[in-house]
């Protein structure tokens, strides 16, 4: 069992940056490296959308409504997931989840999602 605790989520205003963290439980440190992460977003009355992912092999992937804003990375060491969010739009305003697939993905992709967290709300205001 893989638990997920996603942090970092606020209210900034247009054109601010904020980092969001995604924690893994410690029983799952072995095999983290092995695993594919994704970060998804919801806003309320849309459907989920995946963001950005980083499979077993470092490659990264972004939605192209993020491309060249945000940056997903890891530190396999604190078993956690980042997404550093730059320039930041009132349309980035939902509710951010990160999700592993420990298949470990390929080609930036993940295949389908393990285990996810409960999320962290982003607010962006004009």
């Known amino acids: 069992q893989v638990q997920l605790v996603e942090s970092g989520g606020g209210s900034v205003q247009s054109g601010g940056s904020l980092r969001l963290s995604c924690t893994a439980s410690?029983?799952?440190?072995?095999?983290?490296?092995?695993?594919?992460w994704s970060w998804f977003r919801q806003a309320p009355g849309k459907e989920r959308e995946k963001v950005a992912t980083?499979?077993?092999?470092?490659?990264?992937t972004y939605a192209d409504s993020v491309k060249g804003r945000f940056t997903i990375s890891q530190d396999a060491s604190k078993m956690t997931l980042y997404l550093q969010m730059n320039s930041l739009k009132p349309q980035d305003t939902a509710m951010y989840y990160c999700?592993?697939?420990?298949?470990?993905?390929?080609?930036?992709?993940?295949?389908?999602?393990?285990?996810w967290g409960k999320g962290t709300l982003v607010t962006i205001s004009s």
């Open positions: 999700a592993a697939d420990l298949s470990g993905g390929y080609g930036g992709q993940c295949y389908d999602m393990d285990y």
């Open positions: 410690e029983d799952s440190g072995y095999k983290y490296n092995n695993y594919c």
């Open positions: 980083i499979d077993s092999d470092g490659i990264t």
